[in-house]
């Protein structure tokens, strides 16, 4: 057995390690992964390590996924990229798919989920927590709190699912004018190998075109997924409006509970958070049995990873001459103001809607409280709702 073979596998065995050890998203998953791919392997510096998952953080779609992948894909190319997003992403699937089946099963069967009520509380504080840090890393000029409000407000008023792209690329017109307060760089010519654009714009098209003429619910679940995958930046916890507002409010596929259910369960499993998608997809499926929402769950899943992987195969490849082009780092400060803006949102649309109670106002309050000033790890703090809901209920 060759050198790179050994190495490889012994990439991926590492890989399946971390897919059932890191908890607590992206920020969390930094930390496993400079213990694990940095100072035990060396498979890259730690300069090395930072500077990707900084790109990956600028590119729509999983920055976690995007980093490991980008890694297998300097490793080993392509091939060993997929092995590594398959790794990466299945147990986390796995788990989100067989609670959206439960989930469904339950309802189905009549069965009450009163056992459940106070994890609704518990993940409106994680997403008003994770509202604070993403504002408070990203937003630090008065145009980009300004961007921020207006798009606060957008989101929440408008409730549309393609009001988002909108507001991303406004918001990064409107701070591309402040190139000039960039450093300058010495630029060298960009070569670019569009291979990976191409595909990652036939699949859009193609999901698009087969989805119209189809109206087969899985392929339009694929579609939804692909299209959201391709627009999400600042990873998780933008994907929390995006999704709520389009299978909630706009298409109503899930209930309120349902989807708080689940984001909720996600906050205490490793992996990807991007997971959560499976669960949003199974449930969406509701006439076509337990196969049929693992095939939706598959289909999301599909449709929500494949667009960032796409995408930062594409970029890493020039990324180095990219970067030095002040426009391109100006247009930054816009798009994640707008993005910490869609977070203040999602915070507000599951708000109003929980039932108001001291309890539940006391666990939200509590929830947000603990993750700020304390260390305390969110699964713990999500099992703690979950067995409270069991002795009350």
Known sequence: MSIRRVRNIIFLRDVSILSVTAFGGPQGHFGM?????????AYLSEEDLVELFALCQVLPGPTSTQTITSLGYKIGGPNLAYLTLLVWMLPAISIMTTLAILVGTAQDLNISLDFLKFIEPVAVGIVAYSSYRICSKVVNTKLGFALMIISAVASYVLKSPYAFPALIILGGLATTWKYKQQPVEEKERIKINWSNLILWGTVLASVAILGGITRFQPILILENFYRNGSLIFG???????????EFVEFKEM????????????????????????AYVGALS????????????????????????????????????QLKKYRSVKASLEGINAVSAGMVIAATFLILIPMKPSLLNYGLMIGTTATLLFTKFPTPIIIVGGLILGIILA
Do not use: C
Not at 288 to 317: C, E, H, N, Y
């Open 33 to 41: 992964f400079l213990d694990m791919l940095v100072k035990k392997r």
């Open 235 to 245: 990873g998780g916890q933008v994907l929390v409006p995006l999704l709520y507002t």
């Open 254 to 277: 899930l209930t309120k509970d349902e989807f708080i259910h689940g984001y909720g369960m996600v906050q205490a499993i490793p992996g990807p958070t991007f997971s959560f998608s």
């Open 285 to 320: 499926i509701d006439n076509m049995g337990i196969g049929g929402r693992i095939f939706g769950a598959i289909m999301a899943a599909l449709g929500i990873f494949l667009p960032g992987t796409f995408l930062i195969f594409f970029v890493i490849r020039f990324w180095e």
